[in-house]
């Protein structure tokens, strides 16, 4: 009976089905013919800290009356890929770092908007201006020469502008503008691969995102879907030209913003969903503790003049999204698959919207707006508070949008 069951399995394992199985499974696991979104990589996924969905979305409010879907689109196809939006001491602007390299000012009606800095001198006209082309894979391949200016901030006393360009570090530029001039593009020896965002402390020190320490802009949603943890916040010291590490091990580190009296700040935890703290003063000091957790993808992160804070999130998570999260070996699997990312994408339930959150200092959610039918924007990068307008910057799109606020 013994020798007979052998047989049987044996012969289970020598079945052609059997084995046609094995060897796709193999085949999609290797994928020698890159096919798959991760093709070409080395895609390893891991386990990272993320809170539970029914947790947070059980929680969550909504807008019912999709308020942000209210919104007003501003500069359609004069603006391309308008991540960071900025004013100076005068008032004047939107300056808007833009995917073709470029960042611009708007001069009023009757000018328009006027290339105010560059971030390289490689920069060219004939290269680098793809209109409205600029916010896709076209650009691709020569954003890394041309620059991709992300963060914006003006320091209000000396009209100096700094820049966090995902290709380029740290830059500051002068109140005339022109080409900037590198701050920080490495840190202990080793390339800056990917400065995001960025905020300037009272002192003169400029604190500052790397998303990543091993993919860049161009291959951004891999940090996403291998869910590593390369991130860093650093800081630069003006006087002494240097460059710190002051927080490592982060999940896609994103926006960055002082609280009102600069005893912490604020960053947002792309891969995480979440907005975290970090204390500069008090019997707290160098510690990092939980703000919020959040129903989707945090990008900037924006004070207003009450010192609340404002959230940009491109939303939301789905039940699918989090088996994938708590189980690598089925993302490692399922991106390998030879179907385009946007098709894996919804059939885990992804469906790309805006919403904006505003917090007080304690992470109590004071408003949200959403937009659930992309009618202003399917992604969103940062929410600036102006003078009764809201005004919204979004990475992938060529537009503004603006929103009387309250």
């Not at 603006?79 to 833009?98: M, T």
């Not at 001198?121 to 020569?142: F, I, V, Y």
């Not at 963060?151 to 000396?158: I, P, T, V």
């Not at 991130?231 to 006087?239: A, N, S, T």
Request: proline residues 6%; glycine residues 10%.
């Amino acid at each position: 009976m013994e020798k007979e069951g052998q047989n049987k399995d044996g012969t289970f394992l020598q079945h052609p089905f059997f084995l046609i199985i094995v060897l796709a499974f193999g085949f999609v696991m290797m994928d020698p013919f890159q096919l798959g979104p991760v093709g070409g990589l080395q895609f390893r996924p891991v386990k990272h800290d993320i809170a539970p969905y029914k947790e947070v979305m059980g929680s969550w409010p909504r807008d019912n009356k999709s308020r942000l879907g209210d919104g007003k689109l501003e500069f359609v196809d004069e603006v391309y890929g308008p991540e960071s939006l900025e004013f100076d001491s005068l008032g004047r602007g939107p300056y808007a770092g833009l995917a073709d390299g470029r960042i611009v000012r708007w001069m009023g009606e009757d000018i328009g908007w006027e290339t105010f800095a560059i971030v390289t001198s490689n920069w060219s006209e004939k290269l680098c201006a793809r209109g409205a082309d600029s916010t896709t894979a076209k650009q691709w391949k020569h954003e890394k020469w041309c620059g991709r200016p992300l963060g914006l901030r003006f320091n209000k006393e000396s009209g100096d502008l700094y820049i966090a360009d995902a290709h380029y570090g740290l830059l500051r530029v002068g109140p005339d503008g022109g080409l900037a001039t590198p701050l920080a593009t490495h840190v202990e020896g080793k390339l800056i691969l990917f400065a995001n965002d960025l905020d300037i402390h009272r002192n003169g020190s400029i604190f500052f995102t790397d998303t990543s320490k091993k993919y860049n802009r161009v291959n951004h949603f891999f940090i996403l879907l291998e869910g590593e943890a390369t991130g860093r916040l650093l800081r630069y010291d003006p006087p002494t030209k240097t460059t710190h590490i002051v927080l490592d091990g982060l999940a896609f580190p994103n926006g960055v913003q002082f609280s009102m009296d600069q005893t912490f700040l604020v960053f947002t935890e792309t891969t995480n969903c979440r907005l975290m703290k970090y204390w500069l003063e008090g019997p707290k000091t160098g510690t990092v503790e939980l703000v919020a957790h959040l129903p989707g993808f945090p990008d900037n992160v924006r004070i207003n003049d009450k010192g609340q804070f404002w959230v940009a999130i491109d939303c939301c998570r789905t039940p699918a999204q989090e088996v994938l999260t708590h189980n690598p070996w089925m993302r490692s699997l399922y991106f390998r698959l030879p179907i385009r990312m946007s098709v894996l994408a919804r059939i885990i339930g992804m469906r790309m919207y805006t919403v904006i959150s505003l917090f007080n200092e304690k992470g109590e959610i004071l408003e949200v707006l959403e937009d659930p039918r992309g009618v202003v924007m399917k992604l969103v990068s940062e929410v600036r508070e102006i003078q009764g307008k809201l005004w919204i910057g979004t990475v992938a799109h060529n537009h503004i949008a603006t929103l009387p606020y309250p």
